[in-house]
Protein backbone atom coordinates (compact mmCIF):
# COMPACT_ATOMS: atom_id res chain seq x y z
CA UNK A 1 0.00 0.00 0.00
CA UNK A 2 1.24 3.42 -0.71
CA UNK A 3 2.12 6.01 1.88
CA UNK A 4 -0.88 8.50 0.28
CA UNK A 5 -3.18 5.44 0.54
CA UNK A 6 -2.47 5.13 3.85
CA UNK A 7 -2.34 8.50 4.79
CA UNK A 8 -6.15 8.70 3.43
CA UNK A 9 -6.73 5.98 5.66
CA UNK A 10 -5.84 7.77 8.57
CA UNK A 11 -7.45 10.73 8.01
CA UNK A 12 -10.65 8.80 7.18
CA UNK A 13 -10.23 7.19 10.35
CA UNK A 14 -8.89 10.20 12.56
CA UNK A 15 -12.01 12.21 10.96
CA UNK A 16 -14.57 9.52 11.94
CA UNK A 17 -12.90 9.07 15.45
CA UNK A 18 -13.28 12.59 15.97
CA UNK A 19 -16.91 12.36 15.46
CA UNK A 20 -17.35 9.74 17.63
CA UNK A 21 -15.65 11.97 20.40
CA UNK A 22 -16.97 15.13 19.81
CA UNK A 23 -20.82 13.64 19.33
CA UNK A 24 -19.76 12.07 22.65
CA UNK A 25 -18.43 15.14 24.49
CA UNK A 26 -21.43 17.44 23.75
CA UNK A 27 -23.57 14.53 24.93
CA UNK A 28 -22.50 15.21 28.16
CA UNK A 29 -24.02 18.59 28.01
CA UNK A 30 -27.50 16.66 28.45
CA UNK A 31 -29.37 16.55 31.73
CA UNK A 32 -30.32 13.20 31.34
CA UNK A 33 -27.02 11.57 30.06
CA UNK A 34 -25.23 13.93 32.59
CA UNK A 35 -26.97 12.10 35.38
CA UNK A 36 -26.64 8.72 34.57
CA UNK A 37 -23.12 9.40 33.55
CA UNK A 38 -22.56 11.14 37.27
CA UNK A 39 -24.20 8.48 38.81
CA UNK A 40 -21.38 6.26 36.84
CA UNK A 41 -18.76 7.59 39.25
CA UNK A 42 -17.51 4.90 41.46
CA UNK A 43 -18.21 6.12 44.92
CA UNK A 44 -14.68 6.01 46.17
CA UNK A 45 -13.98 8.53 43.71
CA UNK A 46 -17.07 10.79 44.47
CA UNK A 47 -15.93 14.56 45.93
CA UNK A 48 -17.83 17.57 46.76
CA UNK A 49 -17.07 20.83 44.86
CA UNK A 50 -14.94 21.32 42.04
CA UNK A 51 -14.22 17.85 41.69
CA UNK A 52 -17.96 16.89 42.51
CA UNK A 53 -19.63 13.61 39.67
CA UNK A 54 -21.63 16.34 37.15
CA UNK A 55 -18.38 18.62 37.30
CA UNK A 56 -16.31 15.44 36.22
CA UNK A 57 -18.96 14.89 33.87
CA UNK A 58 -18.55 17.98 31.97
CA UNK A 59 -14.97 18.03 32.55
CA UNK A 60 -14.69 14.70 30.18
CA UNK A 61 -17.72 16.38 27.94
CA UNK A 62 -14.86 19.40 27.91
CA UNK A 63 -11.80 16.99 27.52
CA UNK A 64 -13.77 14.94 24.45
CA UNK A 65 -14.35 17.44 22.60
CA UNK A 66 -11.36 19.00 22.71
CA UNK A 67 -9.64 15.62 21.69
CA UNK A 68 -11.99 15.13 18.53
CA UNK A 69 -11.02 18.66 17.65
CA UNK A 70 -7.02 18.21 18.30
CA UNK A 71 -7.37 14.74 15.67
CA UNK A 72 -8.66 17.15 13.29
CA UNK A 73 -5.52 19.74 13.91
CA UNK A 74 -2.62 18.24 12.34
CA UNK A 75 0.06 20.38 14.33
CA UNK A 76 -2.15 18.64 17.69
CA UNK A 77 -3.52 15.01 16.21
CA UNK A 78 -0.31 13.31 18.27
CA UNK A 79 -1.06 15.29 21.38
CA UNK A 80 -4.96 14.84 21.33
CA UNK A 81 -4.55 11.01 20.45
CA UNK A 82 -2.27 10.28 23.39
CA UNK A 83 -4.73 12.51 25.79
CA UNK A 84 -7.64 10.40 24.69
CA UNK A 85 -5.85 7.04 25.28
CA UNK A 86 -5.07 8.40 28.67
CA UNK A 87 -8.81 9.90 28.90
CA UNK A 88 -9.93 6.78 28.28
CA UNK A 89 -7.54 4.77 31.01
CA UNK A 90 -8.64 7.67 33.35
CA UNK A 91 -12.55 7.14 32.63
CA UNK A 92 -12.77 3.47 32.90
CA UNK A 93 -13.26 2.50 36.20
CA UNK A 94 -16.71 4.25 35.68
CA UNK A 95 -17.83 2.07 33.00
CA UNK A 96 -16.56 -0.78 35.28
CA UNK A 97 -18.69 0.15 37.94
CA UNK A 98 -21.50 0.52 35.58
CA UNK A 99 -20.76 -2.76 34.64
CA UNK A 100 -21.22 -4.29 38.27
CA UNK A 101 -24.40 -2.18 38.19
CA UNK A 102 -26.48 -4.18 35.11
CA UNK A 103 -29.91 -3.31 36.94
CA UNK A 104 -28.80 0.37 38.08
CA UNK A 105 -27.79 1.16 34.84
CA UNK A 106 -29.55 -0.77 32.34
CA UNK A 107 -27.89 -1.35 28.44
CA UNK A 108 -25.48 1.65 29.49
CA UNK A 109 -23.85 -1.08 31.89
CA UNK A 110 -22.20 -3.08 29.29
CA UNK A 111 -20.66 -6.44 30.57
CA UNK A 112 -16.75 -5.30 31.82
CA UNK A 113 -15.14 -7.94 29.70
CA UNK A 114 -16.50 -6.32 25.85
CA UNK A 115 -16.42 -2.52 27.46
CA UNK A 116 -12.31 -3.57 28.04
CA UNK A 117 -12.11 -4.51 24.54
CA UNK A 118 -13.79 -2.39 23.18
CA UNK A 119 -11.80 0.45 24.98
CA UNK A 120 -8.51 -1.21 24.21
CA UNK A 121 -9.68 -1.53 20.67
CA UNK A 122 -10.74 2.13 20.44
CA UNK A 123 -7.55 3.01 21.96
CA UNK A 124 -5.43 0.78 19.10
CA UNK A 125 -7.47 2.90 16.58
CA UNK A 126 -6.47 5.91 17.74
CA UNK A 127 -2.80 5.42 18.01
CA UNK A 128 -3.03 4.07 14.79
CA UNK A 129 -4.82 6.89 12.89
CA UNK A 130 -1.90 9.56 13.75
CA UNK A 131 1.02 7.10 13.37
Given at each position: ??S???D??????R????L???????T?????VQ???A????P??????????V???????VC??A?????????????????????????F????Y?A????R??RV????V????????????I?????
Open positions: MSDVIGLQLVLVLLAVFIGAGIHFQPARTMAMIPRLRRSGVASPNLVLFTGEIGGLGLLYPPTMVLAAGALVIFLAAVPANAARHPKFGAIPFPRLIAQLVLMALVVAVL
